[in-house]
């Protein structure tokens, strides 16, 4: 009886031990939370965003070669992609897109929807639609009725002036799409937002990898 006894301490003790390693091993890899500029007088909010090809090693030596979202704070470009904004508040989104063209599989994400207006700007021209065929990636909250298709750089035409970004983070002065628009939060909660351009290489239907796997295409937008 008493060797029983020890034994199923011994095991409750290692599986207590697994759990807990697992346990922090998930909470460590959780995305940090970024707190994006909020101007309270005006209601409003800014959110800078940098889309690429490859997240590059210097932010990222796990997947380097993963496509993926940034999100500026501070003047610096974080990896990560779960921010929080203020309820009912002016959201203003700035997008740098350096990925080359991917395609939509459905032709109706190329139209804009949900923001204000129901338009984009596009490299300073305002419009509500883009050629499917060209998008590289796509911004979207689905529970907010947002969907924003980002046009994709040419990569070919990018390398012959060898300004083609190959890894981030990327610069201004290499070859890239502004996109930016606006939209209203509501009520406070967690807000699930993602591309929806299949851009994981490699993985069946390219929906594997930077798709499914928080913080590359895809986060929470975590309004309070």
Known sequence: MGKRITWTTVLLVIVCALVALYINSYTSAWPKVITVTNVPATRTANLELQTVGAVGEKLDQKNPDWVSYLVRSHGEWVHTTIWQVPAHTLIHVTIYQYDS?????????????????????????????????????????????????????????????????????????????????SFRTGAPGHYRWQCFVPCGAGYTFGNGGPMSTLGYMGGFLYVV
Do not use: W
């Not at 305002?126 to 050629?131: A, L």
């Not at 994709?152 to 002065?173: I, Q, R, T, Y």
């Open 101 to 181: 063209e991917s395609g939509l599989r459905n032709p109706y994400l190329g139209q804009v929807q949900g923001t204000i207006g129901g338009v984009m700007t596009l490299n300073g021209k305002v419009v509500n639609q883009i050629n499917p065929d060209s998008a590289a990636h796509s911004f979207a909250i689905p529970s907010m009725g947002v969907f924003v298709p980002l046009e994709g750089v040419n990569e070919e035409e990018a390398e012959k002036k060898h300004d083609f970004c190959e890894e981030a983070p990327c610069e201004l002065s290499q070859a890239h799409n502004t996109i930016s628009f």
